[in-house]
């Protein structure tokens, strides 16, 4: 499975921005997806993630209610709507796939399999 990230770029607080990412390889739709993010100095950080079927979603507290995930099975397509950005969200952004673990676990980075190669979110003040 290959995936490759990409609408990231520079943006003002309060705005916002739409990652996706596509994928390639494999069956799309029996992943769960996530989106992770790593800030300068910092671990890299669970987002959110969508179940296969894009029934189940999950964020990070520190993004709900802002960030929006979604995917398109017949287009292999994964993305991560994001507004009202801020300063804090500065971070390249990585999705990846999960082929097999729990949904319980979907937090965790070490349960994806494949990993995009990351895209650059930045939001002045």
């Known amino acids: 499975v290959q995936l490759q990230a990409s609408g990231g770029g520079l943006v003002q607080a309060g705005g916002s921005l739409k990652l996706s990412c596509a994928a390639s390889?494999?069956?799309?739709?029996?992943?769960?997806m996530g989106w992770f993010r790593q800030a300068p100095g910092k671990e890299r950080e669970f987002v959110s993630a969508?179940?296969?079927?894009?029934?189940?979603?999950y964020y990070a507290d520190s993004v709900k209610g802002r960030f929006t995930i979604s995917r398109d099975n017949a287009k292999n397509a994964l993305y991560l709507q994001m507004n009202s950005l801020k300063p804090v969200d500065t971070a390249v952004y990585y999705c990846?796939?999960?082929?097999?673990?729990?949904?319980?676990?979907?937090?965790?980075?070490?349960?994806?399999?494949?990993w995009g190669q990351g895209t650059q979110v930045t939001v002045s003040s």
């Open positions: 969508i179940s296969g079927s894009g029934t189940y979603t």
């Open positions: 990846a796939a999960d082929i097999g673990s729990k949904w319980n676990s979907v937090r965790f980075e070490y349960e994806y399999d494949f």
């Open positions: 390889g494999g069956t799309f739709s029996s992943y769960t």
